[in-house]
């Protein structure tokens, strides 16, 4: 579907970054389908311009506001695709930055929460999202801590660098749910995949090295 700003020109661009997300890796149909829809050049207000459509579909990532970064298209695929998302999975997502990574979730028919805790980061994506089409719940909050009072989630993805993987994360995910989650305090970080296997258990799987802007504890 083409909607208003978004035209063939942004389309056949976007085809080409899901060309190249396979290229390097990516394989879930519903994952690469989402990008193929997603009018990612919307997200980005300097590239509303015809000059900067092109930075929008190119896999790097790049400033969003408040020394805050959208991340690289590569980055939200990979983390998308091993949350393995079903229809009707509820989500919940720290880091709502631009919305790009929501939206993706969203397309993939999934209910998302979505915490920030940038007051203007989350005033603007909140007003801006919907106007695309995206709806997601949006939250002003500290992502440590989740939502206690929307859990448990299916599903929990984590897009800034978390020191630790936080305790009350790990209470609000449901048994067999998945959280990908990116650990360190160094330049890279580590890609954990968490599975809670019941009450107690959880499994966990390293999954190489990313760069995440660092995940802070005091709201602004
Ligand atoms: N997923 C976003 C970008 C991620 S950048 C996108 O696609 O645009 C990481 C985001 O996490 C930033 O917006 C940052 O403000 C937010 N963040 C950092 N620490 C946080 C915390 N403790 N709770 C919630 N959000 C946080």
């Known amino acids: 579907m083409i909607k208003r700003d978004d035209t063939y020109r942004h389309l056949g661009m976007r ?54 970064t959208i991340s690289h298209p590569y980055t939200v695929a990979f983390q998308t695709e091993l949350l393995e998302i079903k229809k009707g999975d ?12 929501t939206a993706v979730l969203l397309e993939m028919g999934a209910k998302v929460f979505s915490i920030e805790r940038i007051k203007s980061l989350y005033e603007k994506t909140r007003v801006l999202l919907p106007k695309i089409g995206y709806s997601p719940r949006f939250f002003y909050g500290d992502g440590y801590k989740g939502l206690p009072f929307h859990a448990p989630f299916d599903k929990i993805i984590v897009t800034a660098a978390a020191p630790y993987i936080p305790k009350d994360l790990l209470l609000q995910m449901k048994e067999n749910a998945r959280m990908i989650i990116p650990i360190g305090e160094g330049v890279e970080q580590t890609m954990n995949l968490l599975t809670r296997k019941n009450g107690t258990e959880f499994e966990k799987c390293e999954l190489g090295k990313f760069k995440f802007v660092p995940m802070l504890n005091d709201k602004s």
């Open 15 to 68: 085809n080409q970054l899901v060309e190249e997300l396979k290229r390097k890796g990516i394989k879930n149909e519903a994952v690469l389908r989402a990008i193929g829809n997603i009018p990612r050049h919307l997200f980005i207000e300097e590239s509303k311009f015809t000059a900067f459509a092109e930075k929008a579909y190119s896999d790097i990532a790049f400033p969003i506001g408040a020394g805050q």
């Open 90 to 101: 509820k989500v919940l997502e720290i880091g709502t930055g631009c919305g790009y990574q």
